[in-house]
């Protein structure tokens, strides 16, 4: 059973930056897809951004320019370079991996909290 472990998340001020990672662990399998999601109060959970297996990334309109997201295969490990951070951005972040046989996993989240 594939387990992710996501971690990076903390209190900052505004304009600070933060790295999110995470990593796969267990009965891991070839990933295509890899992501970043989170989910504010109140609001639904929504992409930030993905990275494919050829590394291609994709990047909401609110984070674009600001965020980056990186992949290392080898070590099924994502990341998320997160600068320029607004009070908006605050919300718990999630990965999700995505297989090659399109089975979804989620990691538990890591809370980033942004003071104004």
């Known amino acids: 059973q594939l387990l992710l472990e996501d971690s990076g998340g903390g209190l900052v001020q505004a304009g600070g930056s933060l790295r999110l990672s995470c990593a796969a662990f267990?009965?891991?399998?070839?990933?295509?897809?890899m992501g970043w999601y989170r989910q504010a109060p109140g609001k639904q959970r929504e992409l930030v951004a993905n990275?494919?297996?050829?590394?291609?990334?994709k990047y909401s309109d609110s984070v674009t320019g600001r965020f980056t997201i990186s992949r290392d295969s080898a070590k099924n490990t994502v990341y998320l370079q997160m600068n320029s951070l607004k009070p908006e951005d605050t919300a718990r972040y999630y990965c999700?991996?995505?297989?090659?046989?399109?089975?979804?996993?989620w990691g538990q989240g890591t809370q980033v909290t942004v003071s104004s």
């Open positions: 999700k991996f995505l297989s090659m046989s399109g089975t979804e996993t």
């Open positions: 990275i494919n297996s050829g590394g291609w990334p």
């Open positions: 267990g009965g891991i399998s070839t990933i295509n897809v």
